[in-house]
């Protein structure tokens, strides 16, 4: 238990995890996982149990377990671990567990409920046939947030571009599904001066991402 903390992780792969736990439930019989992840996640931080949550739990269980804290506006952390925006510790924490920093994962590869999606309203949680979520999101970063780049706030093009990179996310993963919203906010993002390169850099990045897991489960 000391070096698990100490190194700011409990391995879940091997017997590092059953080391901490009774050899059997209170109530007779092999202790189940979900028993480990109350044991393990007991007075803990939200990154912490993000991290037990999604490697002992299966998805839907995950969510119920999750939800209260991950829709807050943000939360306290401790024991090594941050605190802040729930979304952005989930992601973290999925990152490290699938140990790849990449902005999309196919739906396959998801290893979150989908209702995540519609807590959130982010591209990273939204799986891609949630089209009324997706409608929503683009909604929300296109016109309800103002966060669109304007070009006198940078101080070169390069950054301005770069600026633009999540819309062009948000708009690689809707096209590449044939979203019914896609040339609306398209046109949005080039009248308000997005390059279209950015949109074809990162529709090559998504398929170059896409591809890297195809061939990963071969």
């Given amino acids: 238990m000391e070096s698990a903390f100490r190194e700011g992780e409990i391995k879940t792969i091997g017997t590092d995890i059953d080391k901490l736990m009774p050899p059997v439930s209170p109530f007779g019989g092999v202790m189940n996982n979900f028993d480990k992840y109350k044991i393990l996640s007991a007075g803990m931080p939200f990154a912490h149990r993000a991290k037990i949550a999604m490697a002992l739990l299966d998805t839907a269980t995950a969510y119920e377990e999750l ?48 209702r995540f999606g519609s807590l959130f309203k982010n591209k990273f949680f939204c799986y891609d046939d949630d089209e009324k979520t997706w409608s929503e999101i683009l909604h929300r970063y296109f016109l309800e947030l103002e966060w669109i780049p ?25 096209k590449q599904k044939d979203h019914q919203e896609f040339d609306k906010y398209f046109k949005i993002a080039k009248e308000n001066g997005m390059n279209e390169v950015v949109l074809e850099r990162k529709l090559k990045e998504l398929s170059e991402i896409k591809k890297s897991f195809e061939l990963a489960s071969e």
Avoid: H, M, Q
């Avoid at 924490?93 to 590869?109: F, K, N, Q, T």
């Avoid at 940078?154 to 819309?167: G, L, P």
């Fill in 67 to 114: 939800k209260e804290d991950a829709s807050k506006t943000s939360v306290p952390g401790g024991y090594g671990c941050v605190g802040g925006f729930p979304e952005s510790i989930i992601e973290t924490v999925v990152s490290e567990l699938i140990c790849r920093e990449v902005w999309y994962l196919p739906d396959g590869a998801k290893i979150w409920d989908r």
């Fill in 150 to 174: 304007k070009k006198d706030d940078y101080s070169s093009t390069r950054s301005y571009n770069k600026a633009w990179e999540y819309f062009g996310e948000l708009l690689a993963v809707v």
